[in-house]
Antibody, heavy 119, light 107 residues
Framework: EVQLVESGGGLVKPGGSLRLSCVASGFTFNSYWMSWVRQAPGKRLEWVASIRQDGSDKNYVDSVKGRFSISRDNAKSSLFLQMNSLRAEDTALYYC????????????WGQGALVTVSS | DIQMTQAPSTLSASVGDRVTITCRASQSIGTYLNWYQQKPGRAPKLLISGASRLQSGVPLSFSGSGSGTDFILTISSLQPEDFATYFCQQGDRTPYTFGQGTKVEIK
């Protein structure tokens, strides 16, 4: 069974940093692109970033470029999102997802980690 | 960025009803259109990829169609477990973008 478990969310002040982690199980982690997707309260889902299997290619939504960094540790089946210079508008539930794969879909999602940016 | 618009935003239906949800892209995306189901407090679940490819384990009552800019998700006979929020996502190019969601409620 595919499982994705996020951790590292919490309350942080504007300008602060946070690192999200996602541990994967039930599939060969190093065979898949991996992504982060977020959902702010009352808003639609927003794709944040994706990383290739070997970490050699990374893509970001413009609103986080230069502030967020996606990375992975294939030996530990783990995905990370380093978030710096956080803003109130980064407040959201952050999902770890497997993909993009077929049709650039996101085949499996975790339960999410809540990030709240507030003074 | 490609904008994705779903209709309706909310849909009231009864068990056994045929339900259709539409998704429109602001520019052509071929068949790079994916559909997800989300229930309260649960992770999103991929239902259909590539506009019409049903994922393993998804009931045959679900189907998807369309290409270019206009897409449809159909539930042929609504079941109690189908009451949820559905959203589309374009995978044609980054940034991948999502529709605003369609909540299917019990009538």
């Amino acid at each position: 069974e595919v499982q994705l478990v996020e951790s590292g969310g919490g309350l942080v002040k504007p300008g602060g940093s946070l690192r999200l982690s996602c541990v994967a199980s039930g599939f060969t982690f190093n065979s898949y692109w991996m992504s982060w997707v977020r959902q702010a309260p009352g808003k639609r889902l927003e794709w944040v970033a994706s990383i290739r299997q070997d970490g050699s290619d990374k893509n970001y939504v413009d609103s986080v470029k230069g502030r967020f960094s996606i990375s992975r540790d294939n030996a530990k089946s783990s995905l990370f999102l380093q978030m710096n210079s956080l803003r109130a508008e980064d407040t959201a539930l952050y999902y770890c997802a497997r993909g993009p794969s077929s049709g650039n879909s996101l085949g499996y999602w975790g339960q999410g980690a809540l990030v709240t940016v507030s003074s | 960025d490609i904008q994705m618009t779903q209709a309706p935003s909310t849909l009231s239906a009864s068990v056994g009803d045929r339900v259709t949800i539409t998704c429109r892209a602001s520019q052509s995306i071929g068949t790079y259109l994916n559909w997800y189901q989300q229930k309260p407090g649960r992770a999103p679940k991929l239902l259909i990829s590539g506009a019409s490819r049903l994922q393993s384990g998804v009931p045959l009552s679900f189907s998807g169609s369309g290409s270019g800019t206009d897409f449809i998700l159909t539930i042929s006979s609504l079941q109690p477990e189908d009451f949820a929020t559905y959203f589309c996502q374009q995978g044609d190019r980054t940034p991948y973008t999502f529709g605003q969601g369609t909540k299917v409620e019990i009538k």
